[in-house]
């Protein structure tokens, strides 16, 4: 890959060095658009812009949607008006769309000026749906028929719109109102007699996505039916759009990214980490930062009220960490584990009693387990006489108990109550069971030991 990468740079440059323009374009026309557009991404944006004016319009356009937003919004900002709307023009609608919901108002007004009436017609539609709806990610460049054309009729449509379309694997079979009546796959025309009616051959089971649907709803569909593009339809059923799985496949990783951001306690954020400024990373995490560092003062409080149980027996302070260390690992594995059956939608609240039941059991065998062996390491390695080993390993037993509860029960409550259940993993989890793991602890060494 790396070798690759240096051949194209090392062509691309030689092209621009000699100013042999010309030759430029046709090399690029033999080129892969994502491979050029890796290339371009670590050029000075000098040489990038010049590259761009020399390309053909298609490819500049082709090029242009493999690279990251920061640079795209660069290219546009340089570029002429009339130059950036003939890139916006060879767009596919959704990535044009979301190149120019994050540019500002006055450079997004004259783009749509210079474009043509089509596309601008396109991108006004899906600029309309709220932000990670299906709407906003879909495509309006799709081949749609009629139940009256011929199967002759229906390949020359697609040989008609077939290069300005995402994707012409499967057409869409449209009634006077535009209403979705079916579909039919491109092999399955190539396989039919010339005279036969769509209306005849095509599929018309449909599953379609509705415009509002959220994306990650959208996702799950895809996976669950394992298409690679799925119609978008409005409230009267009417076909406005298709969404396709390379869409899906930048949403998956968004949600993912996302999730595991707030399972650790950041805010999410949509650029790239060494994009991000140190300011901005510091605003996302200190929120979280100091939300826990305030409820963990309830810990700090708890030690302080059996203070008297600690001064009468020093040896106890010596296993805190060990103790909430196991609850909050303990608790962190349920979490996880529940918030990833969660999003599948491999769990839902009607099946709290069947996870609470489980969790139990897995708390049970792994808490003797590491009470045993605790109990063994406290006895031959650290020399801790009998009563104390017992409160140690008591306690290990019930705050893994408890982190196991807690850590199954309120990602599924969360859900229920309409949160994300990722905001309630790790972190949060651990200082409530920290909290609950001394008290334990010291209710027990109150009770065995002699303070």
Known sequence: MEERFDEILTELKTFLDQKQYVQLREWSQEQ??????????????????????????DMAA??????????????????????????IDNLMADDATDVLEEMPANIVKQ?????SPDT??????????????????????????????????????????????????????LDNQRKLKGTVALRYLLLKDPEEKIGDIMHENVISIHTMMDQEEVARQFQKYDFTAMPVVDNEDRLV?????DDIVDILQEEATEDMEKMAAIVPGDKPYLKTSTFELFRRRIPWLLLLMISATFTG?????????????????????????TGGNAGGQSSVTIIRGLSLNEIEFKDWAKVLWKEVRVAVLCGLTLAVANFAKLMLFDHVGVQVSAVVCLTMMCSVFMAKVVGCS??????????????????????????????????????????
């Open 62 to 87: 082709d090029i242009f949607s493999y690279l990251p937003l920061e640079i795209q919004q660069s290219i546009i900002t340089d570029l002429s008006a009339k130059e950036a709307g003939k890139i």
């Open 111 to 115: 783009l749509l000026a210079n474009a």
């Open 32 to 57: 892969n658009a994502a491979d050029i557009g890796m290339v371009l991404e670590g050029m000075d944006p000098e040489e990038r812009l010049r590259v761009f004016r020399i390309l053909s319009k």
């Open 241 to 245: 759009g298709i969404i396709t799985v």
């Open 410 to 451: 309120l990602p599924m409550l969360a859900k229920k109550l309409g949160f994300d259940p990722a905001v309630m993993a790790s972190p949060f989890i651990t200082t409530i069971v920290d909290a609950l793991s001394l008290l334990v602890y010291f209710n027990i060494a109150s009770a065995i030991l002699p303070i």
């Open 301 to 325: 409080k708890i030690i302080g009220a059996f203070e008297q149980a600690l001064s009468a027996s020093i040896v106890l302070s010596m296993f805190i960490p060990m103790l909430m260390d």
């Open 120 to 173: 601008r017609r396109d991108i006004n539609h899906l600029l309309r749906y709220p932000e990670d709806s299906a709407g906003s990610i879909m495509t309006v460049e799709f081949v749609d028929l009629k139940e009256r054309h011929t199967v002759a009729q229906a390949i020359e449509r697609i040989r008609r719109l077939g290069l300005d379309s995402e994707t012409i694997n499967i057409c869409y079979v």
